[in-house]
Nanobody, 119 residues
Framework: HVQLVESGGGSVQAGGSLRLSCAAPVYTYDTYCMGWFRQAPGKEREGIAIIDSDGDTAYAESMKGRFTISRDISKKPLYLYLQMNNLKPEDTGIYYC????????????WGQGTQVTVS
């Protein structure tokens, strides 16, 4: 089991920005394959962005432009970030950090989630 700890969520007005952080212990190679997902009220969990062990990133089509995933692997635990700009009320939801199966959007481990509310 890998314990992921998210932080940085909160309430923000539409048009504002937030930066989410996720601390992840480095146990295995797969720990370097991570991603951000979210679940809006009444909706299924969806992928936002992923980053692979080589640093390559990919975004869900609807998430391109306002969200940026990045990481800092110089520290232990490593840190995963999600910069969110020009937030909209429909971005409200619980945001999850995850360790993925490298090469896919499938998730091995989930964080506990952090609430983002945009009004």
């Amino acid at each position: 089991h890998v314990q992921l700890v998210e932080s940085g969520g909160g309430s923000v007005q539409a048009g504002g920005s937030l930066r989410l952080s996720c601390a992840a212990p480095v146990y295995t190679y797969d720990t370097y394959c991570m991603g951000w997902f979210r679940q809006a009220p009444g909706k299924e969990r969806e992928g936002i962005a992923i980053i692979d062990s080589d640093g390559d990133t990919a975004y869900a089509e609807s998430m391109k432009g306002r969200f940026t995933i990045s990481r800092d692997i110089s520290k232990k635990p490593l840190y995963l970030y999600l910069q969110m700009n020009n937030l909209k009320p429909e971005d409200t939801g619980i945001y999850y950090c995850a360790v993925r199966v490298c090469g896919s959007w499938s998730v091995r481990y989930w964080g506990q989630g952090t609430q983002v509310t945009v009004s």
